[in-house]
């Protein structure tokens, strides 16, 4: 079935670049997302990516996708602590029409 | 601009309780979900309603029912819950070829 998989945990200091990764396997692919959510608040849409882009930039978020490798990245430039929180990398099946997240990755910003 | 509206923010209620927990939007989205969140755990997906009309049912407990009265608003009715559906609840909607937009859930604890 369809899988999205991301590393659990990254930690970086304010003012760094943070890089989260994100696997997928649905090739019916259209949109991949990418949500952040802060402790106690629902699910905020961060960015997403058509299928047929490599890179799309917003502000200090750049998303790069490589299709033929499916992988997905979220460069966050400059970090800081109010970026600390879950990112959940997600994969809207066209085959389903359901949203196939990933576990999360917890990025944790140290001062 | 974007928003899904979530009531009660918090929950409390025993296993023989019947409440119901409401979401609402009004961007003219037309699929609405419902979803299930343990803590630091993706959402899993219950329930989606397209154009008003039941379209997914991901093998939910019957103690949970759904219902969308009209297309802004999507209830869940609980009824005799478990402890174990302790979980933050929730709702999301969008339009054709767009994103998810998720509310900031209901915090439920069964007691």
């Known amino acids: 079935g369809e899988d999205v998989e991301q590393s659990l945990f990254l930690s970086v200091r304010e003012g760094d670049s943070s890089v989260i990764n994100c696997t997928y396997t649905?090739?019916?692919?259209?949109?991949l997302y990418w949500y952040k959510q802060e402790p106690g608040a629902g699910l905020q849409l961060l960015t997403y990516?058509?299928?047929?882009?490599d890179m799309k930039q917003d502000q200090r978020l750049t998303v790069l996708l490589n299709k033929k490798d499916k992988h997905l990245s979220l460069r966050i430039a400059d970090t800081q602590t109010g970026d600390s929180a879950i990112y959940f990398c997600?994969?809207?099946?066209?085959?389903?029409?359901?949203?196939?997240f990933g576990q999360g990755t917890t990025l944790q910003v140290k001062p | 601009d974007t928003e899904v509206t979530q009531t009660p923010k918090h929950l409390v209620m025993g296993m023989t309780n019947k409440k119901s927990l409401k979401c609402e939007q009004h961007?003219?989205?037309?699929?609405m979900y419902w979803y299930k969140q343990k803590a630091k755990k993706p959402p899993e997906l219950m329930f989606v309603?397209?154009?008003?009309?039941?379209?997914i049912n991901e093998s939910v407990p019957s103690r949970f029912s759904p219902e969308c009265p009209n297309s802004s608003l999507l209830n869940l009715h609980l009824h005799a819950l478990q402890p174990e559906d302790s979980a933050l609840y929730l709702c999301?909607?969008?339009?054709?070829?767009?994103?998810?937009?998720f509310g900031d859930g209901t915090r439920l604890s069964i007691l």
């Open positions: 999301a909607s969008r339009s054709e070829n767009q994103p998810q937009h």
């Open positions: 649905d090739s019916s692919s259209t949109y």
């Open positions: 990516i058509f299928s047929n882009m």
């Open positions: 997600s994969d809207f099946s066209s085959n389903t029409g359901k949203l196939i």
């Open positions: 961007m003219g989205h037309r699929a």
């Open positions: 309603y397209s154009y008003e009309k039941l379209s």
